[in-house]
């Protein structure tokens, strides 16, 4: 399997804090050697890889024993820089509740909490998300994606920023 | 107007040894918590098995 970068992906999320959503962790163990290299390409880059803890806990959810947690939690721990808090953000998820209307039905809270991040650091970040359809381009904007092959297909990530 | 992000401190190179053991054993227990969701999911709509509701 291989990840595939278009050629401005680099520039364009240099010196960005890139928001990692849970698929990109899901994908990270599923496809360990591709993901190194990604990961190690990224910080090379000066992207600053982050998430929140929504997407944190839904990533912990599940696990069996104490030591399986914590193999979790340290799993996320080394890819990113540093977890954001997700405080004060209650304002921003429900802006974004009016802007998706009945589309809002859908969604998670963890996708909530993603947009309300985008929202509140504006250009400083975007998202690496698999869950094309939950962040539309008439509320955020896609500024590039990248594909990952693997033996029965194609995933593709968006890259999201809100402005 | 957006927020500033907060000022972290920044970590070394990537480490690529440290995430690829974690990998290997985030791996085993995802198998795992997926074997039991499947079971969970078989046992609720079995129409063949000792699930019979009366």
Do not use: W
């Amino acid at each position: 399997m291989e990840i595939i970068l278009p050629p401005d992906f680099l520039s364009i999320t240099k010196n960005k804090h890139l928001l990692l959503d849970t698929s990109v962790f899901i994908d990270g163990f599923a496809h360990s050697s591709a993901f190194a290299k990604f990961f190690y390409q990224l910080r090379d880059n000066n992207t600053v890889l982050v998430t929140i803890p929504s997407v944190l806990n839904e990533f912990l959810e599940g696990s069996t024993t104490e030591v399986k947690f914590k193999e979790k939690k340290e799993f996320v721990e080394s890819i990113v820089e540093t977890i954001l808090p997700d405080i004060n953000l209650q304002d921003n998820i429900e802006a974004l509740i009016k802007r998706y209307g009945i589309e809002s039905k859908d969604l998670s809270m963890t996708d909530l909490y993603l947009g309300a991040t985008l929202m509140k650091y504006g250009e400083n970040i975007c998202l690496l998300t698999r869950d094309l359809s939950d962040f539309p381009t008439n509320i955020f904007k896609r500024i590039t994606f990248l594909n990952v092959t693997h033996t029965k297909g194609i995933f593709t990530y968006g890259v999201y920023c809100f402005t | 107007m957006s927020n500033k992000l907060p000022i972290i401190k920044r970590k070394k190179k990537f480490d690529v040894k440290k995430f690829m053991a974690l990998a290997k054993k985030v791996k085993k227990s995802f198998k795992e918590e997926n074997e039991y969701l499947k079971n969970k999911k078989d046992g609720n709509n079995s129409s063949s098995g000792f699930l019979i509701d009366y």
